[in-house]
């Protein structure tokens, strides 16, 4: 006897829809509302503006002239290509994305380090989350949410979150055990060791998972441009329905300027993490003191 799997979970989008097709309204609207607003002060600005800005911020995370020149140069390009309406709406569909992702990702990784308990319900539900083909993700938010923008984004967030969770629960477990004791041993809480030693010296590897966050996310944006999301993602479809090589190309292309950007911008900003991992290590050597002179006879 063939199982209906399938059929079993259909059956249960379609309860959910009867039962809580309220709160997928609400969902959208919300949404809706959150990313109009981020489209609109992203579009609204004059481009150089942005590009400026844009060019501001990877100066100051990556410190590197290359990356800087490189947002003076490629934004531009995008606006030669008449697609800066299209790039800033998928900057704004990624923001959103990342910003509701990290927002789930980052609690369940810290959860998960936690609790070992929770590590292992949540391992096999990522594993699932990464291997599914994304196009899957698309099938039920289209029920849920219609065609549009807010299906995109539900598809998006479910395939970001899992780097979110791993590399936030990698970030935390493989401190060192010698600075948690030491910070047992001065009385400190469990909420103050988290907040004050664990979190900031995991930063480096929460970086590293925002990083790919932002990269999945912008990923799956463009696929999202098959159920209706717009953008960038509308642009490559358009391109891909009409054999339109050139249309293709340049969206594909400011796509690659996104990405890269992004990509260099937030991986600079992990090296933060670093240079603050130095200054606790530093804080803590001080705070311990010199080593009484019998040990270190021993």
């Given at each position: ?33 959150i990313v ?14 942005i590009?400026?800005?844009l ?7 990556t ?30 569909v ?24 929770v590590s292992?319900v949540i391992?096999p539900?990522l ?17 849920f ?10 598809a ?24 948690l004791?030491a ?5 400190a ?12 010296l995991?930063?480096?590897?929460i ?10 996310a ?10 209706g ?5 509308g642009?490559v479809?358009?391109?891909v ?9 340049e ?19 992990r090296?933060i ?12 050597q ?13």
């Open positions: 006897m063939r199982p209906d799997i399938g059929g079993w979970f259909a059956s249960i989008i379609d309860w959910m829809l009867a039962n809580f097709g309220w709160f997928f309204d609400g969902v959208a609207w919300l949404v809706s509302q109009g607003g981020v489209e609109f002060v992203l579009v609204g600005l004059h481009p150089f503006l590009i400026g800005l060019a501001a911020a990877a100066a100051a995370l410190r590197s002239l290359g990356i800087t020149l490189f947002a003076a140069i490629a934004f531009p390009l995008i606006v030669s290509m008449g697609l800066w309406v299209e790039s800033m709406s998928t900057l704004a990624v923001l959103v994305s990342v910003m509701f992702s990290l927002a789930i990702g980052i609690p369940l990784g810290i959860w998960a380090a936690l609790n070992s308990s292992a391992r539900v594993d699932l989350m990464q291997a599914m083909p994304v196009f899957v993700y698309l099938i039920p938010a289209v029920f949410f219609g065609v549009g923008m807010v299906p995109g984004i539900a998006t967030i479910v395939f970001s979150i899992p780097p979110a969770v791993r590399l936030t629960e990698l970030g935390i477990r493989k401190l060192d055990v010698e600075l004791e910070a047992m041993a001065f009385g809480k469990r909420g103050t060791i988290l907040k004050e030693v664990q979190l900031p995991a930063f480096s590897s970086m590293a998972g925002v990083n790919q966050v932002i990269m999945l912008l990923s799956m944006v463009v696929v999202a441009g098959l159920v999301a717009g953008g960038l993602g642009v479809v358009e391109g329905a009409q054999l339109d090589t050139a249309r293709g190309f969206g594909g292309l400011a796509v690659v300027i996104l990405a890269v950007y992004l990509d260099r911008v937030t991986s600079g900003a090296s993490g670093d240079v603050l991992r130095n200054r606790r290590i530093r804080k803590e001080r705070a311990a003191g010199p080593k009484p002179a019998v040990a270190a006879a021993h």
